[in-house]
Each structure stands twice: as C-alpha cells, then as structure tokens.
C-alpha cells in the first residue's frame, strides 16, 4: 500500500503537519491547543479533499466503464504512474483491449457464416434447380425410356453431390467447433495411402494414369488414421482429376526425427501462381476447377491435417504439374 502515490501524499502531508502543530506546541505553549486545533481542522480538509479527488477518479473511470459497454473500444485510460487507481486503469484498458479484439472476432466470424451461408445456398440452389427441371420431365407422358432413364441417372448424380457437399460441411463445422477428438495412434503410412487410395483407383484406371508410390515400410507418424485417410483422399482426388488421360501421378514419403513428410505430384494442369494462396479456402474454385467442382475437398483436407500438428504446403507450375507436401510433425518431449 505504501508504494501508492495517492496513499504516499497523503502521509507526507499529515506527518508534515502534524510536525508543525508539535513545533508550535512546544514554542508557543499558551497557543498548543488553539494551533492543534486549527492543524486538526487542515488535516481533515486536506482528507476530505484527497478522498473527494478519488471519488472523482472512480467516477472518470464509471463512465469509462459505461462507454465500453456501449462498444466504444477507442478509450484508453492508462496515465502510466504507481498506485492503485492506476493499475485499475491499465486492467481497464487490457480489459477494452480484449473486448475490442472479441468484437473483432465475431464480427469476422458474422461475415464468415454469412459469406458460408450465401456460398452453400449458391452450390445448392444449381442441383436442386436441376433435379426440378428433370423431375417435371419425368412427368411428361410422351417422354422415352431412354430419356427417363438419363434423367433419373442425371438426379441421383445430383443427389450424391448433394450428399457429399453437406457431409462435408458437416465435418468442417465438427472440427471447428472442436467437437471431434482426433486420436493419436501410430500409423504405417504404406497403409494409410493404401487405404486413401481404394476409392479413387477406378477413376485413375478409367483415365489410364499411371502410378508410382516410393517410400520404405517401416515410415509411420503418430494420428488418426481415418481422418488423415478422408484428408488425403481429397488432395489425390484433386490430382487425378486435374491430371489428363494418360498421366502421371507419385506419391513419396519418408520420415526423418523432426516430422514425417508426404508427397504428392502430377504432371496435369498445373494452378496459376496468383491462385496458389487461395486453394485452401472455402467454396474457392480455380480456373481449372471442373464444373462439379464445389470448392470444399482441400479445404477439408487442410483443416484435418492441420488440426493434427501437420502443415500442408502447394507448388505448381502451369501446364507442368502440382505438388502437395505434406507433414507430420514429432512431438517434443
């Protein structure tokens, strides 16, 4: 308490009075009580007015407070001296600091969820506007076999896109809101490529690509294998289908003591430099994106891995290829 500026003033000045009304006392005896008198009497002007001068200052930092609640968050209220009144001041201020930054946040987020809302409502709106138009067709009684049946097979690929987009969304909204567990077990990446790799060998057999995996046996990193697999899936789906008929595609691997490192590259179209910053996000689809194409399968699998310790990086040159590196960082005990 005593190193309190406030609280130091205030002492010096009742010592200092109180030494002068002992002073007097004693050389002026027939006047000690008068002088004592009227030195009591400053004394607890002097109180008064120091306690109303912090009244005050509380009152100052009241409106502070009334100001901030209203969603003013330009006040700063520091003065940079000891004392109490003055630390409560730099508290206020780191106070309006975290709420300036809070309100930042949401506002971000509010323009985030919107941005989302318009961009799902967007993909949606074309397969249900399709599948509309088709099932009034269906109706049509002059209508072919062969006509309804391409219909039909038309809306259930409608549908599955459908179905894929919002288990997508699903599972990006889960991991963002931190309501999945991701586990941490040790996972043989021969295995876990193998596994990423099932869905996707019809398509690459239908195109004819050609596939090359190097790495040895025994690489393995510490993750949730079905996760990282539903990661992965998407980056070589991406790789096939952004690579021509007759292409190639390799996947290598290794691991060292700092992380565990995954490749993958084609020699397909290649991204445009100015798109490189943009792959990850949302709903972006680049030039080359297919007409199918949503956006969402990289971002996906960029929020998986890196929600696992890991980072993703991309390098591409047009009309050369593309490269997905991918690692798994070591925990450091």
């Known amino acids: 308490m005593l190193r309190n500026r406030e609280i130091k003033a205030l002492l010096i000045a009742m010592g200092a009075f109180s030494i002068l009304s002992i002073c007097f006392a004693l050389m002026l005896p027939q006047l000690a009580i008068i002088v004592v008198v009227i030195l009591s009497i400053v004394l607890i002007a002097i109180t008064l ?116 987009l919002v288990s997508s969304l699903l599972k990006l909204s889960k991991i ?47 993750g949730d294998l079905n996760w990282t697999s539903e990661a992965l899936i998407n980056i070589v789906k991406n790789c096939v289908e952004h690579t021509p008929e007759g292409g190639e595609l390799t996947i290598t691997y290794s691991e060292n003591p700092l992380f565990t490192e995954i490749v993958f590259a084609d020699n397909g179209k290649g991204i445009a430099k100015e798109e490189l910053p943009y792959i990850f996000k949302r709903f972006y689809k680049g030039k080359n994106a297919g007409e199918e194409s949503v956006g969402i399968g990289l971002a996906l699998a960029e929020k998986i891995i890196t929600s696992q310790q890991g980072t993703i990086d991309v390098t591409s040159v047009v009309g050369k290829g593309t490269e997905f590196k991918i690692k798994f960082y070591k925990q450091v005990v």
């Open 176 to 222: 963002d809101a931190g309501t999945i567990q991701f586990k941490r077990h040790p996972i043989v990446v021969k295995d876990l490529i193998e596994k990423s790799l099932e869905p996707l060998l019809i398509p690459m057999d239908i195109k004819q690509q050609s596939l090359t995996i190097v790495g040895e046996e025994d690489v393995r990193f510490v």
């Open 49 to 164: 007015l120091f306690t109303r001068w912090r009244y005050k200052e509380l009152q100052k930092l009241s409106g502070y407070l009334r100001k901030i609640s209203g969603g003013d968050f330009t006040l700063d209220v520091r003065d940079n001296e000891e004392g109490e009144l003055s630390i409560l001041k730099n508290d206020i201020y780191k106070v309006t600091l975290m709420l300036s930054e809070h309100s930042t946040s949401l506002n971000h987020d509010k323009l985030m969820l919107t941005e989302a809302i318009s961009d799902i409502s967007h993909q949606l709106k074309t397969p249900v506007t399709s599948m509309t138009v088709m099932a009034d067709l269906l109706q049509t009684s002059g209508l072919s076999e062969q006509k309804r049946k391409e219909f039909t097979r038309n809306i259930s690929v409608q549908l599955e896109r459908i179905e894929w």
